[in-house]
Every structure is written in structure tokens, then in C-alpha cells.
């Protein structure tokens, strides 16, 4: 499965931003999706999971109550909301995708889209 990950940008502290990662290749709802990201200098860490139907979400204990992951199989398409947004949280985001869920809750996914930055101004 090919990924296409989108939406990032620069957004003040306090601002939101959607992110999409767009599947194709195949049969998107045989895979369990997650997020990732890696800031300057640090090592690439787990954001969030979701299963392959969408009914069981995973979450980083940071990231819980303010960003929400989601996926539509119509679409092929998983999202990634992120509301009250940190400097901290400035990273390049990472979408990946593999029919084993505990592969993407770790960094042993099978499928990688490249990534898109975003950055979060104090």
C-alpha cells in the first residue's frame, strides 16, 4: 500500500490542524493505520493508532484530549486532528499502515508515507 501523507503547515500555539493520509494500492481497510512523528534530534515516537474499522483508537499519553485520529475506508483516507497545538508538538508527521495493530502502535509498520511538517509557533 502506497501513502500520501498532507495538511500540515504553520499554526500559532493554541491553533489546530488537520492531517490526511490518503492509501492506495490496496484494500485500505485490511490495514490498521497509525501516526508518528520525529522532531530535530529525536527519535521518531508513536502519536496514534486507530484499527481497521475506526472502533478502537490508541493514543500517546501526551497527545490524549487533544488530538483525535480517525479513518474513513470509503475514502482510503485516515486523519489525524490535532487541536491545542504546542511548540512542541513541531515535527515531521508520519503515516503508517500494516495488518498488524501492534506494529502500528510501535515503529515496526510495514508501510511508511513520507511525511509532511508541521511547525508550531510560540
Known amino acids: 500500500v502506497q501513502l500520501q501523507a498532507s495538511g500540515g503547515g504553520l499554526v500559532q500555539a493554541g491553533g489546530s490542524l488537520r492531517l490526511s493520509c490518503a492509501a492506495s494500492g490496496r484494500t485500505f481497510s485490511r490495514y490498521h493505520m497509525g501516526w508518528f512523528r520525529q522532531a530535530p534530534g529525536k527519535n521518531r515516537e508513536f502519536v496514534a493508532a486507530i484499527n481497521w474499522s475506526g472502533g478502537t483508537t490508541y493514543y500517546a499519553d501526551s497527545m490524549k484530549g487533544r488530538f483525535t485520529i480517525s479513518r474513513d475506508n470509503a475514502k482510503n483516507t485516515q486523519y489525524l486532528q490535532m487541536n491545542s497545538l504546542k511548540p512542541e508538538d513541531t515535527a515531521v508527521y508520519y503515516c503508517?499502515?500494516?495488518?498488524?495493530?501492534?506494529?502500528?502502535?510501535?515503529?515496526?509498520?510495514?508501510?511508511w508515507g513520507q511525511g509532511t511538517q508541521v511547525t508550531v509557533s510560540s
Open positions: 503508517a499502515a500494516d495488518t498488524n495493530l501492534m506494529a502500528v502502535r510501535t515503529l515496526r509498520s510495514d508501510y
